[in-house]
DNA sequence: AAGCGATGATACTGGATAGTATCATTTCCG
DNA sequence: CGGAAATGATACTATCCAGTATCATCGCTT
């Protein structure tokens, strides 16, 4: 009778899932949605063409399905704990953790794919936008609010400078690295970066 | 002898070879790379198959002619001359400029295009990025530095202010577009914009 | 151990399309 | 007007790949 056969949580199922969904990440964020072939998916999730086909009905099904997987990852806790400090400090810790999310590999590549799909997926385009980029603006900006209205910070529009911020913190080099013109963000650029946007914000200069 | 059939400068072969890349051009910021057939294309340049390939040896060519093509005609002189007047004026009409051209409907789908298939044709991401946005900044920040040693401005890294104030240009808007979030930028929006960046540069707060 | 559902291996179908071959036709030149 | 070069029309080849069909096999439940 095992342990509770029904009520487990994690089934035969959400295993093999995971397992190709996890194939089919590797391989779309390594050639692109009509670059990855369906023969080489399943051979990367350890699986039978078939039963990729079993679990997802077509190739853009199982796209969305890691789109969306990935888009559930991209932001974790630890973010939002950044901001549970003084301003200036907790802007820093969180601009710091942003740049190590916007520019790692895997962030580059959705970033390209998302873009380069996102004419015959809109609904991908949206889905990315909303679970990624505006999340994180919303956080900030609910932050720059919170102090706005203890007087601890005085922005005519707190959305508005969350989003600069963050602008600030992408930059060029991030528009280089989509394009493939620079391959990694050295320590030096990440904290120009940061202290370009953290200025912006208290006004140094 | 008809107007000195030797020395003219546009020839029966360049008239031929500007109307596939028109019509080439259409198709590619219409369907991007894949999704663009090479018999779409002759059609649209009304002109046979075999002519296409008479022209340029493959599809990989061609794309990149069209491209190479785009490039040279995204930055026009009128760009260089906003920056003749006085610093604030200067400024206003620059940005004013460069918001237009970022934003219009052709550039967001050549960077659609461009950043999708630079992985493939890492030539073409630097091609682009050379041509188009570090030019831009190359010619913002000569200006800077032309004033900063001037004394009207005092900045402690020009060339970095001149990709910040491209960047704040930009904005999420810019991705939004990209990813099919947003399809237009309203006036207001492109005033808040460049508001935010000349503030950024002088400092108003 | 029997039986059943899930999975694997493999070959196949059908459609799309890059690139080519062939020959008819036009266009321009002297 | 005559001839050569450029172009058009069209059919063809070869390839790639999404999605399917078939049947053998594995592993768990009872």
Same mark, same amino acid.
């Given at each position: 009778?095992?342990?509770?056969?029904?009520?487990?949580?994690?089934?035969?199922?959400?295993?093999?899932?995971?397992?190709?969904?996890? !194939?089919?990440?590797?391989?779309?964020?390594?050639?692109?949605?009509? !670059?990855?072939?369906?023969?080489?998916?399943?051979?990367?999730?350890?699986?039978?063409?078939?039963?990729?086909?079993?679990?997802?009905?077509?190739?853009?099904?199982?796209?969305?399905?890691?789109?969306?997987?990935?888009?559930?990852?991209?932001?974790?806790?630890?973010?939002?704990?950044?901001?549970?400090?003084?301003?200036?400090?907790?802007? /820093?810790?969180?601009?710091?953790?942003?740049? $190590?999310?916007?520019?790692? /590999?895997?962030?580059?590549?959705?970033?390209?794919?998302?873009? $380069?799909?996102?004419?015959?997926?809109?609904?991908?385009?949206?889905?990315?936008?909303?679970? !990624?980029?505006?999340?994180?603006? $919303?956080?900030?900006?609910?932050?720059?609010?919170?102090?706005?209205?203890? /007087?601890?910070?005085?922005?005519?529009?707190?959305?508005?400078?969350?989003?600069?911020?963050?602008?600030?913190?992408?930059?060029?080099?991030?528009?280089?690295?989509?394009?493939?013109?620079?391959?990694?963000?050295?320590?030096?650029?990440?904290?120009?970066?940061?202290?370009?946007?953290?200025?912006?914000?208290?006004?140094?200069?």
């Amino acid at each position: 009778m095992a342990s509770g056969a029904v009520a487990s949580a994690v089934t035969r199922f959400d295993v093999k899932r995971a397992s190709i969904v996890g !194939g089919a990440k590797d391989v779309f964020l390594r050639h692109g949605f009509e !670059g990855a072939s369906m023969d080489e998916i399943a051979a990367a999730a350890g699986v039978s063409k078939m039963t990729v086909y079993r679990y997802f009905r077509s190739k853009e099904q199982l796209f969305a399905g890691v789109i969306r997987d990935l888009c559930e990852r991209i932001i974790d806790e630890d973010l939002e704990r950044m901001l549970e400090r003084r301003p200036e400090e907790a802007l /820093r810790g969180f601009a710091r953790k942003m740049v $190590a999310i916007l520019f790692a /590999r895997d962030t580059i590549e959705l970033h390209r794919i998302v873009i $380069a799909e996102s004419r015959r997926f809109p609904a991908l385009g949206r889905l990315f936008y909303k679970s !990624g980029p505006e999340a994180c603006i $919303a956080m900030l900006a609910a932050y720059l609010e919170r102090h706005n209205s203890r /007087r601890s910070l005085n922005l005519r529009n707190p959305r508005r400078t969350a989003e600069e911020f963050l602008e600030l913190l992408r930059g060029y080099a991030h528009l280089r690295m989509l394009l493939g013109v620079q391959k990694t963000l050295s320590a030096r650029e990440a904290e120009a970066s940061i202290d370009g946007a953290v200025q912006h914000i208290f006004g140094a200069r």
